[in-house]
């Protein structure tokens, strides 16, 4: 147990619907992160949150809309998505910002499109 | 841009064996230097990190130097066991900065 939550674990989706990930800390960080990790890639950073404000988007496509309500919770809205997003979508949380700021991921969320 | 560069392919071997993950990374700057470790079913667990030049970080028997000379963070286990069998990340974040760059990761399986 990390601190970190994600639901759901899997999540298989058809390519017209519109799902959304959870992810929630209480560690009392105050920067969430969203990284894709797919088959043969490095793990790529999708969305930075920081004090509920976002702060970097490494230019993902539309069709994944992030939330950040508060700093404990992040969510990932899904839709109309392309089967080449299948992938492992992991939260991280860590203290914002400074040296030695260690991240604790998720278990993930283990996306299929179909 | 900066990034970390991870040996290729899945690394197999028997229980007790010597383990050696090799990590090289490029960077204009000094940044603190990572591993972390993903057990299957599971999110990413910070292993080890080193945060300047001769630093030597350990966990769990594994160690890795930071190496400025070489850039590079090689990490090593004397006697690996079953349980070590996991996916190993290697990865690089700056002073202040929010963001994690991670090499492709290994896969380690250990063989009884």
């Known amino acids: 147990e990390t601190g970190v939550t994600q639901t759901p674990r899997h999540l298989v989706m058809g390519m017209t619907n519109k799902k959304s990930l959870k992810c929630e800390q209480h560690?009392?960080?105050?920067?969430m992160y969203w990284y894709k990790q797919s088959a043969k890639k490095p793990l790529e950073l999708m969305f930075v949150y920081s004090l509920e404000e976002r702060v970097e988007n490494n230019s993902v496509p539309s069709r994944f809309s992030p939330e950040c309500p508060n700093s404990s919770h992040l969510f990932l809205h899904l839709h109309t998505l392309q089967p080449e997003d299948s992938a492992l979508y992991l939260c991280?949380?860590?203290?914002?910002?400074?040296?030695?700021?260690?991240?604790?991921f998720g278990q993930g969320t283990r996306l299929t499109v179909v | 841009g900066d990034s970390v560069t991870q040996m290729e392919g899945p690394v197999t071997l028997s229980e007790e064996a010597f383990l050696t993950i090799n990590c090289t990374y490029t960077?204009?700057?000094?940044?603190?230097l990572f591993w972390y470790v993903q057990y299957p079913g599971e999110g990413l667990q910070l292993l080890l990190k080193?945060?300047?030049?001769?630093d030597k970080g350990s966990n769990k028997g594994f160690e890795a130097t930071y190496r400025k000379e070489t850039t590079s963070f090689h990490l090593e286990k004397g006697s690996v066991q079953v349980s070590d069998s996991a996916v190993y990340f290697c990865?690089?974040?700056?002073?202040?900065?929010?963001?994690?760059?991670f090499g492709k990761g290994n896969q380690v399986v250990v063989i009884p």
């Open positions: 560690l009392g960080h105050n920067a």
């Open positions: 991280a949380s860590s203290q914002d910002p400074g040296r030695n700021t260690e991240a604790f």
């Open positions: 960077a204009t700057g000094y940044p603190s």
């Open positions: 080193a945060t300047k030049a001769d």
């Open positions: 990865a690089l974040q700056y002073y202040g900065n929010n963001r994690l760059a």
